[in-house]
């Protein structure tokens, strides 16, 4: 059974860092072509933060450009998403997603709060 662990949420003011993590159990990482986290704020759709594929590309929102990194330590089946100079807009749950595209498998996890105050 494929268990996806998100850590790492909390309060911060503006401007502040947080790094989330994101532990694999049951399947490699290496074994999902894309790795993401997404996030939901309160009334608003679940959007693509950003992700990162096996061999590296990334995907991001521009909201978030320049301040936020994504990694991945297949050798931890740990997914990693660093987040600078934060902002009250980014105040959401965050989520870790877990991707095959070839077996279409697609893996959620519980989701952990970021809150950014002014």
């Known amino acids: 059974q494929v268990r996806l662990v998100e850590s790492g949420g909390g309060l911060v003011q503006a401007g502040g860092s947080l790094r989330l993590s994101c532990t694999v159990s049951g399947r490699s990482t290496f074994r999902f072509n894309r790795m993401g986290w997404y996030r939901q704020a309160p009334g608003k759709q679940r959007e693509l933060v950003m992700s990162?594929?096996?061999?590296?590309?990334?995907a991001y929102s521009d909201s978030v450009k320049g301040r936020f990194t994504i990694s991945r330590d297949n050798a931890k089946d740990t997914v990693y998403l660093q987040m600078d100079s934060l902002k009250p807009e980014d105040t959401a749950v965050y989520y870790c997603n877990a991707a095959s595209l070839v077996s279409g498998d697609d893996y959620w996890g519980q989701g952990t709060q970021v809150t950014v105050s002014s």
């Open positions: 990162i594929s096996r061999d590296g590309n990334t």
